[in-house]
């Protein structure tokens, strides 16, 4: 690689005083460059377009031995830049080597591709260290690439952009509940299944009372009927009977002939209902197809104001009777002031909160004795009734507790929106594994898919996750605007796949579990979903506001024209897509292998007979039960993976035992014969 440096006698004389001003602080030498149009591979930082800004080779008398060509570029007040030309548009990484002194806490990055911004945060570095920016979509031809000076103070020695290798994605079709139900296991096989694939379509529904709508309906006490405008009659429960203020006689609520119910409006004197079906509706108007996974919230049981919105008896229709996927939130609610509460008693809903501004202190949940940790025990109790009732209709939830639990950032919980991460990771993650023990060991729940939220702002990101024990799915929220886009547009919907994002969640959880995204203002558009290979397992458009924003409907979140494209793709998956045996749990996949051969021919544990025995055997066999047909073991790796109880066949315990083996919990394989 050649460097063109031009040096007039201006610029020589700006560099010694420049030297003579840093002298004692910095080493450096005044540089200018050519823009030139480069290929893939790694480049020298000095040797970009670096705007006529200093080479450094110590940062004010702090030395960082080791960096390669003739110093490095400390990014300050000016910006530098690479120009890249591809032949083919698709995805490329992007990584440096840097250094990082000036913050202990991590210093935010930014850069931009092709006029678009994105954001990473680089760790403290005294070293020169290989970070890996992350993988990125280039067009066609030329792309610009701009370290930009907006946070900055953070040396660069080479850049390097290279072909993305994405790897193929495995996810797991067995829950991390050994004891799950066969709905559960069916369910989650299937979306293993289609991972990778296909996007299942999803849509939450409105929760909290929402969506409104009056009624002509009155209570008529001189027949004792609920009667409408047009004669219609409803009828109810004569213990809902009660006496208003003014003496006069009322029903609380009344129901018509399809059981939709309809509740007392004291100030109208009238009834309501609300119109949980509306944005399900306008899918169907627009699209022809409702979504495969409809959206839910268990919030309204919380123990300060607990009331039945119905949410479960809908989650039982949705499953049941229209054959379709159910995924449920729980945004639970804490007292503002816990000296305003009383436990077991109501308190007024403007005096509680699930964000942070609160003097609940999340770690007391964990604490015997205390108010919180009482307070939880009701919320858990409460939460456990309803998926009481589920599990008993056999109906399988992709279960999202704790929800966005990063917030803006960091691991101790100052950029948390949420009291329940508001402490930080490790007060986050045994909050979770308590709420997981519970509702499965004391209340033998076992219908719950485990999905998690997680962010990708930083590599402490992945801190925030749970573990593979406790978590099915991770997910990522997204809510883009027109100012975080990266889909080179910049007005209208944001239709970015959120690609870097998808990936990097791939990367925390070691690719053994599904990436989905469990709430979404944009729905991404399936040629970037398709072409950066960011492959949601679901996405779940959140529910219309009733003036705005109207995250569905709105024009301002989603192009109807995308919208019904993508429902009638044959990437994206609807309810009348979904196949009639969705729940029904096929055990032949666990296949008994053939034990006959030899010892001598067979290394214990090697499933995917490669010779040696480690991670990737289990989750080899993890792959094989949860799709045989995409993930084959060989006859030989059959034989090899029957390492539990072996002759009972391959099962999640084969797996597990490859992972005791690893820890040293045991010393050999197989662990025992069945008899």
Known sequence: MNRKIRKTLSMLAAAAVAAMACAPLCSSVSAETETVVRGLGTYEAEELDINGQDVWTSVYGTQIPGYSGDGFIYLTNTPFSITIEVEEEGMYSLSARCAQLLSEDGRMQTFSINGIDYTYTLPYLTEWTDVDFGVYRLKEGENTIEFKTSYGYAEYDTITVAEAELDELVGTGVPCDPDATDETKALLSYLNSVYGEHVLSGQQEIYGGGHQVQTTIRYDSSTNTCVDSDGN?????????????????????????????????????SYTYNDYDREFDYLYELTGEYPAIRGFDFGSYCPCYAWDDGVTERMIDWAVNQGGIVTASWHINVPVKLSDYTLGESLDFSK????????????NVLVEGTVEYEYFKLCMENLANELLQLQDAGVPVLFRPFHEAEGNGGTDGSGAWFWWSKEGTEVYKELWKYLYTTLT?????????????????????????????????????KYDTEYNRHDGLTSGPNEDADSSVFWSLVDYVDNAKMVAMPEN??????????????????????????????????????????????????????????????????????????TSSSDDDILYGDANVDGAIDISDSVAILSYI??????????????????????????????????????????SLPESYSS
């Open 233 to 269: 009659t409803y009828t109810f429960d004569e213990s809902s009977k009660d006496t208003a203020d003014d003496g006069s006689t009322f029903v609380w609520t009344c129901y018509d002939e399809d059981g939709q119910a309809y509740n007392y409006d004291s100030q109208n004197r």
């Open 521 to 594: 203002s944009t729905i991404p558009s399936v040629s970037n979903m398709t072409i950066e290979h960011a492959n949601w397992l679901y996405f779940c458009t959140w529910y219309d506001e009733e003036s705005s924003p109207k995250f569905i409907s709105g024009s301002d979140y989603n192009n109807a024209d995308t919208v019904t494209e993508t429902y009638q793709s044959e990437y994206c998956i609807t309810l009348s897509e979904l196949p009639s045996d969705l729940y029904v749990y096929d055990d032949s996949e666990t296949t008994t292998a053939d």
């Open 626 to 667: 949860s799709n045989a047909e995409k993930y084959p073991l060989s006859e030989q790796g059959l034989i090899n993976a029957d390492v539990n109880q072996r002759g009972d066949g391959i099962s999640n315990n084969d797996a597990l035992a490859i992972q005791r083996l690893l820890a040293q919990v045991i010393l």
């Open 352 to 363: 509680t909160t699930y964000g942070v501004g609160t003097d609940f202190v999340t770690a």
């Open 441 to 477: 060991e004391e209340y033998g729940l076992h219908n719950l898919i485990w999905e998690e939220n997680l962010y990708a702002w930083s590599d402490e990101s992945a801190e925030w996750y749970v573990g593979d024990d406790y978590v099915d799915i991770v997910g990522f929220d």
